[in-house]
């Protein structure tokens, strides 16, 4: 069963809180020791849910590690990531508020989605960045066969439109027009042909095609 590029990019941004959580709590004791998870606290939102501790958490939101390294950044974290890290951390901020807020992602949206992730990943060696790189592939080999399915219809259409008897010749390969349809001086709506008076006999006895205004043509 095929899933849309929404549900790709919300087990994307699973995958990254499964990876970062143990990055920001380890580099979080190596400044703070024991007192890290209130250091971390303090650059969280109010919690409705009282009973979760600080560790719960950032294990069950993204969107708490994310600010917890933005607020953190130039005390621990500037000290294993650079400023390309940071740049993605950013992007993917916005990543998952637009994925919270049913934001519809394009193929390029996606894709981006899946690259960002599994970059910052791979800067803090999680082995989740395996598990998306390969999630960021799928999405492309689908894309491309789409695509390919898109064209070759595509040529199936022209092909039929230019051919559509297998075989048969274009009716003006066959038939001469008159003069006035082949100059093009008829407007379209002239030329269209009343299907009551399409075959009728001229006072010779020839059959003769005749146009809405009774011209032979």
Not at 127 to 145: G, N, S
Not at 180 to 208: H, I, M, N, P, T
Request: hydrophobic content about 35%.
């Amino acid at each position: 069963m095929s899933i849309t590029n929404k549900e790709r990019v919300g087990r994307a941004l699973d995958l990254l809180k499964e990876g970062l959580y143990p990055f920001v709590e380890r580099e979080m004791r190596s400044v703070y020791n024991e007192h890290w998870e209130n250091h971390a606290l303090s650059h969280l939102c109010e919690d409705r849910n009282l009973k979760r501790t600080t560790a719960e958490r950032l294990q069950n939101d993204v969107t708490d590690l994310i600010n917890v390294i933005f607020g953190e950044w130039h005390d621990v974290f500037k000290k294993t990531l650079g400023s390309a890290e940071r740049n993605l951390v950013g992007e993917l901020k916005t990543v998952r508020n637009d994925w919270a807020h049913n934001k519809n992602f394009s193929t390029d949206d996606a894709h981006r989605a899946l690259d960002s992730t599994a970059r910052l990943l791979s800067s803090i060696s999680a082995p989740q960045a395996d598990i998306v790189e390969k999630q960021k592939k799928e999405l492309w080999r689908l894309y491309y066969e789409e695509q390919a399915r898109h064209e070759k219809r595509k040529a199936t259409n022209v092909a039929i439109e230019s051919d559509p008897q297998g075989g048969l010749k274009p009716w003006r390969e066959i038939v001469t027009p008159h003069d006035d349809v082949a100059s093009g001086r008829f407007q379209q709506a002239e030329f269209a042909a009343d299907l009551w008076q399409v075959y009728l006999d001229d006072s010779r006895g020839d059959k003769v095609f005749r146009n809405k205004a009774g011209q032979a043509f």
